[in-house]
């Protein structure tokens, strides 16, 4: 049997979202994971490379994925709001999720923006998720205090060479981030995972599952 694999055009606060929906590569969905991509302004969809290799590995370990278009990408309506409104698409697209697949535990995950708009929502959820994955976290021009208080399960996974979040200076805000914490370095050129996405996929695979 084929896995499913659904277009959706989910309900927002700002209009509809396009979304993708993709069941695991074999069997019965274990847990499900909502998956945010980079940022708008910059060219970010839910299919830039690293958000669907994210979501492949997912799938790899059992995950059902939803995938989703911020507000103003592509055939999502509305208009980039900075951040803010983002996070209530992705809650949007979470009650979707969430709502398919009411008896499966469930995780949040991110690349670059996506990773800040998945921990922003994921501190602030009650009921919490059971895991949310940071992949090429940015750390630049950026508040991370509310993520030392934040005691949900948090993986990141980065580049050894991303300019967004350099090495020297997430290490210096993880040892304030709350635990229970994960970091995992993928030896790569850039922030992309740049000829390491076999890697980062793995990585994935390996840490970020529940």
């Not at 274990?30 to 945010?36: I, N, Q, S």
């Not at 630049?140 to 090495?167: M, W």
């Not at 076999?198 to 970020?208: I, M, R, W």
Request: aromatic content about 10%; overall charge negative; glycine content about 10%.
């Amino acid at each position: 049997m084929s896995r499913k694999i659904e277009t959706h055009f989910i309900p927002g606060p700002d209009g509809h979202l396009e979304s993708l929906l993709e069941e695991p590569e074999h069997g019965e969905p274990r847990f499900a994971a909502l998956v945010c991509h980079p940022h708008p302004l910059y060219g970010g969809t839910m299919h830039n490379k690293v958000v669907y290799r994210m979501a492949r590995g997912l799938r790899k370990r059992g995950a059902v994925v939803l995938r989703f278009n911020f507000r103003g990408v592509n055939l999502s309506e509305g208009t980039h709001a900075n951040g803010v409104g983002e996070i209530e698409d992705a809650r949007a697209a979470l009650a979707f999720l969430r709502e398919r697949y009411p008896h499966l535990s469930w995780m949040l995950g991110g690349f670059s923006f996506g990773s800040r708009v998945a921990l922003r929502l994921g501190c602030s959820l009650d009921p919490s998720p059971e895991r949310i994955l940071a992949a090429g976290f940015p750390t630049k021009g950026q508040d991370n205090g509310y993520l030392t208080a934040c005691t949900i399960p948090k993986v990141f996974i980065q580049s050894t060479h991303d300019e967004h979040g350099p090495r020297l200076e997430l290490e210096a805000a993880y040892l304030r981030f709350a635990d229970p914490k994960e970091i995992h370095w993928v030896e790569s050129k850039d922030h992309f995972f740049a000829d390491a996405l076999d890697a980062f996929e793995a990585a994935v695979q390996q840490y970020a599952s529940l």
